[in-house]
């Protein structure tokens, strides 16, 4: 922190001593088609930290602290961008009339959204970062969204809870795992395309943010196209069909403006087989401009979604039954039904007031979310799994059987999965007759309420140094519980576990019903307190920033269930966990010539560990991970960015190191230390990421383009954790396990074994023609590489040597055989070809836009992620489950989309 003093001192010496004339560049920002004004475009200087808005003339006055060589860019929802080199000397320029053509391809951002929803599939899936790049106009980062992101390709390897979504300023991630919703504004693509997006470690006028980037959402009416606009769209992703409409009144006389829009989205059936989709959306705005400086804005949305999830399957249920397969659905009464549905709905209300003058800007705001999170999942009690790909009932089980393989009984299993390939519900509802549940339909419900204040300044100081700061607060009430959907034609279910036959509620009915909470109830206490200050310097030569944050996160877990296996941990308060939390990071930007310039960037940071990773086994008991600490972070990257007349590009190398993570996993295991139904706790776990990106773009001619974009990274686990397992009930060996139900494993050998981050390679080359009459085409072909699945850290540990019935090592558990067996493997590389296009007309005033894509183009099969099973969890019994080739706890992989569409009509007045 003293260095930063330092520093913030010797930035204000040099702009009170450089200080100078400064030259004012000034113009108005029209519609080429329509020649109408268009408002809070974005001028800014390239390769400084210099940016104006146009007025509601379209006017804009933009300071430049020197004489020289400059590029101006211009930017603005909905528009091309433009950029316009000038010659500064000895006065002020005025640039007149500078024209934007309307862009025909923010209709892409629909066919993204189509995309990124499909992260409602699984929480695996739900970290890829596609959907936080929807507003940069960076080539590379383009690409990552529109054409990698169907592969689940991350920039850089991050998880999407390294950016920051911020809705008015606010920050919208989440507590529990760190990442924004992306539902909680779906199907609002009308009133959310005026976004301020900041990429990896540049400075942000809203927050000091994540290593991945920054995206600020505006809604305020007056930043929106006035009039009219209705659209429809057509697809085969995960939704069929979807009716938009859209109006926003412009500023009045009184000072008024607002915006109401609302959306529907359906699909009986998405790409993948029984995944239905319902969602709808409202949106409203009001916003009072007060006086030339004072205005306020209130903002509520709601957008309720509900859809049916899909499942990773092995390579031998791929080969039985393909690529679309879904074993969570099955008919009933002629009807599709799907086990496992999510359905989200979190309103948000949020006040915010803007004082605006020439030197100092503040916004203040506060939000209210509160709503549901639930997924369905059907729950069995001493019953068979109903699960058609449960491993029992698949081939592979009776070939790699103990005892011999059994080819008749392999078949016999083959020939029931390809006839009877979904769920039996009749089976289920006759397993249920006699009174007491076999089967019951449940929900696992997150009931949220959430409240924050926030307020964002921007402060002038002189022509050449800027400040920015900021404060939040937020407080999250958590109720998590499993209620039930559906007894299934029994008629109630008796709450034991039967495993122990212990009561889960001791205090409570035994007898459940249906919309009984059961199982586990508790609640969940956040609170979270961050500060950041910013201070930007403009030189003749060199743009630089320095900025800083602190924090403080508090959690605290409260039992509402007295459950029989932690009677004295279950219920009531536990103890109230607490991080201190801080964070550096500061640019230069150097102007080796007025085309070409360098740009360097550093953070280092201590952030709070998500919620999801504090607790062990928060569904039953208040014990955290031992000795739990913010975890670090460090970054650096260094790039170079050219702009010639024809040809502009950027070129990145970045170096990031997180250390100290926590990561809490579920799942059943068959170990050496036992078997049972475990929490797997990590603890001292790095990771590597460094790479190389790539973006170039030539102008060939007015009406054609050429993109080469490439990324090339090294994703790795950067240190050998701790892991400990907690054991729930059965199968344990007693004399290794604490009071607490734990089993310290020691340390996992993964250390340079390759994260599940996506394809760590990607490429992609594109062509662009766009014709004077407003129609366009484009092509690109991409290609992606060094993807691998999620590997198990339990098989790495020393209990993967030992024989459960000795507890001695397997005799050829030799070091050189376990790491044959354990070699990861990527999975196979693959092209893709997507083709979009689109026509615009302007007729009297109306504006009507076709946009279409092909995603896929020649049907390629790919996967895009899985992880491997732990269910094997000792060498024996890993061993004998690979005899075949085919063994019964493979791992289990997400398959991409294969040729899919996207159509939309768009008509605006």
């Not at 009174?435 to 419900?445: E, H, I, N, P, S």
Request: aromatic share 14%; net charge negative.
């Amino acid at each position: 922190m003293r260095f930063s003093l330092i520093a913030i001192l010797f930035l204000l010496w040099q702009s009170t001593m450089c200080a100078q004339t400064s030259f004012s560049v000034e113009g108005e920002i029209l519609s080429l088609r329509s020649k109408t004004p268009i408002t809070n475009a974005k001028i800014s200087l390239e390769g400084f930290l210099i940016s104006s808005q146009s007025d509601s003339n379209g006017k804009f006055i933009l300071t430049i602290p020197k004489k020289g060589e400059y590029i101006i860019s211009i930017e603005a929802t909905d528009y091309i961008v433009k950029r316009l080199p000038i010659s500064v000397e000895n006065e002020g320029l005025d640039l007149g009339a500078l024209s934007l053509e309307q862009n025909i391809q923010i209709e892409q951002a629909d066919n993204l959204i189509s995309l990124s929803d499909s992260e409602l599939l699984d929480d695996e899936v739900s970290s890829n970062s596609s959907g936080l790049l929807r507003a940069t106009r960076d080539l590379f980062l383009n690409r990552a969204a529109f054409d990698f992101g169907q592969a689940f390709f991350r920039v850089r390897g991050y998880d999407s809870q390294n950016g920051t979504v911020l809705l008015n300023g606010i920050s919208m991630n989440k507590f529990y795992d760190g990442r924004p919703q992306w539902n909680n504004w779906g199907g609002m693509n009308d009133v959310t395309r005026n976004q301020q997006f900041t990429n990896g470690l540049e400075a942000s006028d809203y927050t000091f943010g994540g290593i991945l980037g920054n995206t600020n959402i505006d809604t305020r009416p007056s930043g929106l196209r006035p009039g009219t606009r209705l659209s429809t769209s057509y697809s085969n992703r995960t939704y069929a069909g979807r009716l938009m409409a859209t109006y926003t009144s412009g500023v009045q006389k009184s000072g008024l403006a607002y915006t109401v829009s609302g959306s529907r989205r359906w699909a009986k059936q998405g790409y993948i087989d029984g995944t239905l989709y319902d969602a709808f959306s409202f949106f409203g705005a009001l916003e009072y401009q007060i006086n030339e400086k004072n205005s306020v804005n209130f903002t509520a949305l709601w957008a309720s979604n509900r859809r049916g999830r899909s499942s990773a399957i092995t390579e031998e249920v791929f080969e039985l039954v393909g690529k679309k397969y879904n074993p969570y659905w099955g008919e009933q009464d002629e009807e599709v039904r799907n086990s496992r549905e999510r359905k989200i709905a979190e309103p948000v209300f949020m006040f915010n007031h803007y004082f605006n003058s020439e030197k100092f800007s503040l916004n203040t705001g506060i939000a209210y979310q509160f709503g549901k999170n639930s997924r369905s999942r059907l729950g069995y009690y001493n019953a068979p799994n109903p699960d058609p790909t449960y491993y029992r009932y698949l081939p592979s089980f009776y070939i790699n059987s103990p005892v011999g393989a059994n080819f008749i009984s392999a078949n016999t299993a083959k020939e029931g999965l390809l006839n009877n390939p979904q769920m039996d519900w009749n089976q289920i509802y006759t397993a249920n007759s006699n009174g007491q549940a076999a089967y019951v339909l449940y929900d696992d419900v997150v009931d949220d309420t959430q409240i924050s204040l926030n307020t964002v300044g921007n402060l002038i100081l002189t022509d050449r140094l800027l400040m920015d700061f900021g404060l939040t607060y937020k407080n999250l009430n958590s109720e998590n519980y499993a209620r039930i959907n559906d007894l299934l034609g029994a008629d109630f279910h008796a709450d034991v576990d039967p495993f122990s036959d212990t009561l889960n509620d001791s205090q409570g009915s035994v007898e459940k019903r249906e919309d009984d909470i059961f199982n586990y109830n508790y609640r969940m206490n956040a609170d979270q307190f961050e500060s950041f200050i910013q201070f930007k310097y403009n030189h003749e030569k060199w743009s630089a920033f320095m900025s800083a944050k602190y924090g403080a996160t508090y959690f605290q877990r409260t039992g509402l269930f007295k459950n029989d296996r932690y009677s004295d941990s279950s219920l009531g308060e536990g103890e109230e966990i607490g991080f201190k939390t801080y964070g550096v990071k500061s640019g230069i930007t150097y102007k080796l010539t007025e085309r070409h310039w360098l740009s360097a960037h550093g953070s280092f940071m201590k952030r709070p560990p998500v919620l999801q990773n504090v607790f062990i086994n928060p569904r039953e008991n208040n014990s955290v991970v031992p000795d739990i600490q913010s975890e670090t972070n460090s970054t650096v990257d260094l790039n170079y960015f050219l702009r010639l007349p024809k040809l502009t590009g950027r070129l990145t190398g970045f170096y990031t190191r997180f250390q100290n993570t926590t990561d809490v996993n579920f799942f059943f295991a068959d170990a050496g230390v036992g078997s049972d139904f475990v929490q797997e706790v990590l603890t001292g776990l790095d990771k590597l990421h460094m790479g190389t990106e790539l973006g170039l773009e030539y102008q060939l001619s007015s009406a054609v383009k050429l993109t080469a974009v490439a990324a090339v990274g090294k994703y790795v686990y950067a240190s050998d954790p701790n892991v400990a397992i907690n054991f729930d009930t059965a199968g344990r060996e007693e004399d290794l396990i604490n009071l607490e139900g734990t089993v310290d494993l020691g340390v996992a050998k993964i250390k340079d074994y390759k994260l599940a981050q996506g394809p760590q390679q990607a490429y992609a080359i594109g062509i662009e023609y766009r014709d004077p009459k407003y129609w366009w085409v484009s092509a690109t072909t991409n290609y992606l590489a060094s993807n691998y699945a999620n590997i198990s850290t339990l098989t790495r540990t020393q209990s993967f040597y030992l024989d459960p019935e000795t507890n001695l090592p397997f005799v050829d558990a030799t070091e050189e055989n376990v790491n044959q067996a354990l070699a990861q493997k990527s999975l196979e590389n693959f092209y893709l070809l997507n083709l979009v296009g689109g026509k615009s007309w302007l007729k009297k005033g109306k504006y009507i836009s076709v946009f279409g894509s092909i995603n896929n183009l020649f049907d390629g099969v790919f996967r895009t992620g899985g992880y491997e099973q732990s269910r094997n969890g000792n060498y024996g019994q890993f061993k004998q489950d690979n005899l075949s080739g085919t063994p019964s706890f493979a791992p289990k992989y997400w398959y991409g989309y294969g040729r899919t569409y996207f159509l939309n009509l768009a008509y605006s007045f």
